[in-house]
């Protein structure tokens, strides 16, 4: 007796293929007598039909531990404004730090060029405190959570400490600027 595995329009990976598909029809094998079918076959639009046991589901992408958890990063640009051997003083002749805030390598925050040569050093710093952000809330996220389960078993100093992350995200997940 067999079940159904996957459904109609269900996209599967076919193993015997090496190709992604749309499970098209889900065609039972029965026999006389039988409240179920003896075998599940699918059809997938590559000419046969294909068993359970050569498709695999599509997995769903695993969520981080905390949604907040983005991985930001730090990636150079060129400094098209001014040419390396006119920018010695800076962290890295040439180029400035981006902040890239998704899964491309081109989206994210830049400073302007006048900013960055009137103090290269405090921006490169800035870049990184703002690619650890996520970070930085999960962690406060954290502390606050921590806090709330310890109760008054906990040091005032780190009780202190919890309430300032507490403000802290209440600001930064409020409407107002």
Known sequence: MAKAQFHKNQ???????????LVERV?????KGLDEPLRVFYDVGLGREFAADELQAEQPMAEDQNSSAELWRVIRARNKWQPAE??????????YPVVVTGQTEWG???????????DPVKVERQ??????????ASFAEGLVDWARKSGEE???ALADLAHQAQDILARVNSDEG
């Open 11 to 21: 996209r599967v990976y076919v193993k015997p293929v090496g190709t992604w598909a």
């Open 108 to 118: 994210g925050w830049r400073v302007p060029g006048a900013e960055y040569d009137l």
């Open 86 to 95: 006119g920018c010695a003083r800076h962290p890295v002749p040439g180029t």
């Open 127 to 136: 870049a990184k405190l703002i690619a650890q952000a996520p970070v930085l």
């Open 27 to 31: 065609v039972p094998h029965w026999a």
């Open 154 to 156: 906990m040091p005032s």
